[in-house]
């Protein structure tokens, strides 16, 4: 589902040349369940904006689901993002501007789905924010409004989800419900997870770890 | 498609609020663009747009002369040969006095009387003030119809008699508007006599300033037989006048007009569309995540911009929409202030054509003001989710940006253009626009930049205010230009109002006379001059003036019947009040050629020019003038060329002959007073003047300077208003930014009082920086005010020009006021916000 080939992303930073992926290669197979772990700075973020085409990589290739991501256009990346990508960021970033259930509406309307609002009606039903969807996002707390950018990234159906340290500004027992959420969705779905965690014992409960080091993949090994 | 309209609609709801100076910008610009066209336009329909009903006919033979039998007998041979003629008349007119004949009513007004003969109107209705029409036969037996005003003025009703001239009219009807009558600024109010009465009065006995006219009411188009008048005429001083030409005539004067004061308007609207440009600016910036939100989840760069492009749209129309309102608001505002000046009938509703054109105009702007600032929305890229970095990619040269601004530069040229009607104009606009506000610009920068290099600065809270004046993403030059801008043109017309009042001020005007008397007869003089002499203890000064028109200039006919001598009518073409002296006057100097020297006989007529008809005519000290006085031809050569000093003007005559050659000429006289008399005592002077020599003429010069105060005051009120307009829009933009910078300032705010600042110290910050702001807006305003006053006094009004210290710092001090009151006003909730809320949320 996923092909990473010798990805190297280098910046610039002043006067130096700061490489935060070096030489990155694997594979990620459909349906399958990976976490991606590492220290600050290992470069997990970049490699998750990569693969979702929010960033270029300096050279290497990445396909998602058959498509040359490094070959694709703008705005075919976002064709790309709103038809098989769901992605799910560490501060949420949700549209503060609209409602809950307008920001789960929102990729939905963007791909031109239809019965768009049974839809969104079913996926808030899922995270269990049924009365809060006519609240702005200033108005939900972190965990719920983490819940309702779950339920946007899935609301047109990924393939691929990928999610960049999700629970991190969440609490413990908040962090564990997403983290619950999240897998029940995968599971019930079929969709190929990528999360990026700091934290070891969500890590541990994937199917896959890949572990990142100075933006090497120092260890990949099947839990 | 339907993502677009969801999420605008959406965006619509959640943001309007912050885009309400947008459409505050836009209501304002478009409600003075709508405002100013209906009101011209409103008055174009009653006052001008019928040059037929205003001539009272399809065509009209004119002369201020009485017709020569040769004159009459060509009209005659052409009219015969033309049988469109379905009806004439003869109409004649002059000014004089009317005066109650009630020996115990002193009252007395200046007239425009007018002798009327069946059928009248020719063309139009004449209705009386008592609803029923006009009927010829309310004038037989020494009738009068007066205008009704006059029955106020004169304190006389219906069934009274006046005296004009040396004849008794009784009052037999009065009328509230007259045909033809709403045009044109007069002295007096009208009265309606029979043409034969008129004649038999013996008022034109002795006046000279009369005008008759033959009008015909044509049963076709009457161009040909106008052709056929002026080329048998030609050579005389008659003029022939179409209505068709003066509709043309009035539409382009009318639509000049509609279109400078249209520019006017859409001055105020470009300063919205800083405004707008600014908003915009701002509004991306604070959508970059949403933006950044909305490409991760898959919408491309196009359809977001497509997004907030609508929103500005239906915003732009909103504001437009509300700027009509606006205008309708203005226009009442104006038809209480100037219902007094402006025509009775005149409607102040605003049209629906300015309206249309308004709000396109509204649109048109809001879009080409804010594409440049979300054309910055395709560059943001999603990445800033994962890292927020400033794109490093935005140094190199982006076309599309460049492309877009000189669309818009285009866009806003063909807006000029379009609403000049002229791309002369436009580009004038545009242009002049560009370079004050370059100006403008590069003050404000100068300034700001000195500021900084006080190095003195030991107070914090100054040092702070000064630093927020450089705070990164600051408004102070934006800030500066647009409140400087307003602020410049109401401080401008300030000063120019200061000096227009000085200039016509009765008492530094040693010169100015008083009285002026004028169609006083040889026999009358001597007596008229000691009766003056008795009552005010004056003897007044005394000057032959005898009536004359330029028939040759170096042996060529002048004539009047070419297009271009008729438009220069007013200046070459009319009948001139000459005189003859030995000396200078006073407040005369001669610029080219030499005066005449005491007692030198003459060989050949010496005339000397006033330098401005020299110009004009383009004749010099040795040309020959030919000039007409009542049908007898006198040539003189041209010996001098005089300046005079129309401010110290007792009289103004712009010919002057040499003793000698004009004493035979039939002439009258002019006398004229210096001293100030009580109103009351000149009023009863005019009146036993007028009782023992009707046929003179006076003109109170206190009523004239009067008349021209109120025409003044009108026209600064005018102005002023649309300059607080503009000021206004200053306003707008400073609250406008203030809101921009507001986060940030919130953010420091928190920092300064975490470190242990105290509001105290943090409202003087506060204001300081907007007192500095509006102190350096209103030295900006101030100073360019003092300079356009001064050139506009000097080079085009050609007024005496003095600095008023007083306008000029208390335009500086309300400036910095108004501004430091917005600017707090607007972010005064900053100083109570707790930091610890502000630094979490960073």
Redesign the interface.
Known sequence: MIQLKNVTKTV?SGAEELTILNDVSFDIAAGQFVAVTGASGSGK??L??LI?G??APSSGVISVDGDEVTAMS??GL??????KIG?I?QSF??????TAY?NI???M????LDNVRERANGLIEQVDLTNRGHHYPAELSGGEQQRIAIA?AFA?SPKIMLA?EPTGNLDSKNGQHIFDLMKDLHSRNNVTLVLVTHDAALAARAERRIVLADGEVIRDDLT | M??IF??TK??I???WQRLLFFFLCIALGVGSVVALRSLIQNLTKVVGNDARALMTADLEVTSTNDFSPSEIAKIEEVIAAFPIIEDRNEVITTASMARPSDPANTALEFIELKGIEPPFPLVGTFSLSSGEPFDFKLLENSGAVIARILTEELNVKVGDKLKIAETEFQIRGTFDEEPGGTSGFRLGSRIFVEKKAFDQAGITRNTSRIRRRILYRTSDNPTELVRALRTALTGTTVQVNSYREQQENLGEQFERTENYLALTGLLILVLGGVGVWNVARAFVEQKR??V????????????VITVYLLQILTLGIIGSLFGVLLAQGGLLIAKQQFAADLPEKMSYAVSFSTAIQGIILGVLISLLFSALPLLQIRTI???L???DENN?ALSRLDWTKWIFGAVSLAGLLAVAVWQAGSVRVGMYFLGGLAATGLVLYGSATLLTWLLRKVKVLTSFSFRQAVNSLYRPGNQTRIILLAVGLGAFVVITVQIMQANLVREFDFSRNRRLPSLVFVDIQRSQIEDLARLIKERTGETPEQTPTVRARISFVNGEPIDYQQREVRQQQGQIGREFAITYREALEENETVIDGSWWKPGEAPELPEVSVDERMASTLKVGPGDSMTFDISGRKITALVSSVRKIDVRNARTAFVFVFKPGSLEKAPQSFAATTLNHVPATDRQRLQRDILDRFPNVQIFDVADIIAAVNRLVNNFVIAISFVGSFVLLSGFLILIGSVALTKSQRIYENAILKTLGARRRALATILFTEYGLLGLLAGIIASGFGVTLSYLVSRFLMKIDWVFDPVIAGLGVLVTAVLVTFVGVAASFDVLFRKPLATLRSQ
């Open positions: 610039r973020s970049t998750l904006g979702a929010l960033d703008e705005d976002a064709r790309l993002r709103s038809e992605f960021f970033h949700l549209i503060p501007s609209l307008e509406l929102i990729p309307e963007i791909l031109g946007r047109n960049d | 339907r993502f969801n999420l959406r965006e709801r959640s943001s995540k949403t950044a939100v909305l490409k991760c989840l898959g919408a491309g760069g196009n359809r890229k999603p990445k989710l994962l890292r490093a």
